[in-house]
């Protein structure tokens, strides 16, 4: 099993049970994460592992998708070229899962578990004015999606705002005014907090000021994690710890921060990857690259690309499939 061909032990693995357990067998090692986009052009979608530097393209399972939405627990959310259409799609089980269509627009989104899972739901955040947002919630199974608007004490501006990410249940959005917007699916209520250390740009005094930022929350453990992306200078990394922000140590502790646009993922102790933050590239041609940053040797590799380059709109990351090793 150990010697097929990615596209072979996909097939393989959903053959039958025996055939599964097998491919099972063959597992990663390192859990790192893959960089995940869609082409412009065909009905492919592009698999790249940074580690190996390794590309591979699989089919997906229709045509007239147009780019992938979100990622967690190896399963991608994707929309259709209507732009209302969204589904799940499991690219080594090859499961697909649809949605009821969403026509609301949208700043952000984020599902908190498997699709298959009877606890998954899935969020939409959008911007209305300075103080009303409206969030969408829906789930598998589910004819509609329901949209409630809240008006909030605490401004969300127009700037700069991080990913949903959900965290025990609840999914939170953080904003570069240093407010951070926590929701409640289950009680559907809105709440908000605010930290005047950890704004934008006020973190280094205003020497900053004039940098192309970014802003990317994740999980780690339970826990909420906090980075920011100043031009070409180090990523700063918070964690919340007892409703404070607290700056990681210089060497992340052992941390693999795998960053992106729509989701960002956290690993610890990932052999030849620790105390680093990978951003997904695209190079000439379109070709499949990862820029990092490593908090050992304090600087970039291969080097800083223009900003616009890194964390492209179309691409993320996810889980690598269960059976290779």
Not at 250 to 267: K, N, Q, V
Request: some cysteine; hydrophobic content about 35%.
């Amino acid at each position: 099993m150990s010697l097929l061909m990615l596209k072979d032990k996909i097939r393989a693995s959903t053959v039958c049970k025996k055939w599964l357990e097998a491919a099972k067998s063959v597992r990663v090692v390192h859990k790192h994460q893959w960089f995940v986009s869609i082409p412009t052009f065909g009905n492919s979608i592009n698999l790249f592992d940074p580690l190996e530097r390794k590309k591979y393209t699989l089919n997906l399972p229709e045509k007239g998708v147009t780019d992938v939405a979100y990622s967690k627990d190896g399963w991608l959310l994707m929309r259709r070229s209507s732009f209302v259409e969204f589904f799940f799609f499991n690219p080594y089980s090859r499961e697909l899962i649809s949605l009821p269509d969403n026509e609301l627009p949208y700043k952000a989104i984020a599902f908190s578990s498997a699709p298959t899972s009877e606890t998954c739901t899935l969020v939409t955040l959008n911007r209305i004015s300075e103080y009303i947002v409206a969030i969408s919630t829906c789930y598998p199974g589910a004819t509609e999606w329901i949209t409630k608007k809240f008006h909030c004490y605490l401004a969300f501006g127009p700037n700069v705002h991080s990913n949903l990410v959900c965290v025990n249940d609840r999914f939170y959005c953080f904003t570069s005014r240093g407010v951070l917007f926590e929701f409640d699916p289950a009680s559907r209520t809105l709440s908000h907090q605010a930290w005047d250390d950890v704004r934008f740009p006020e973190i280094h005094n205003n020497e900053w000021s004039y940098l192309p930022k970014e802003l990317y929350l994740m999980e780690q453990k339970g826990e909420l994690i906090l980075m920011y992306t100043y031009g070409a200078e180090k990523p700063v990394v918070y964690k919340l710890v007892s409703s404070k922000w607290e700056e990681m140590s210089s060497t992340l502790d052992g941390l693999t921060i795998f960053a992106s646009m729509y989701s960002s993922e956290t690993r610890m102790d990932v052999l030849g990857m620790k105390n680093s933050v990978y951003f997904p590239k695209y190079g000439l041609r379109n070709n499949m690259q990862c820029v990092s940053y490593s908090y050992n040797d304090a600087r970039y590799y291969p080097g800083l690309p223009e900003r616009r380059l890194l964390c492209p709109v179309d691409s993320l990351w996810i889980d690598p499939p269960p059976f290779l090793k």
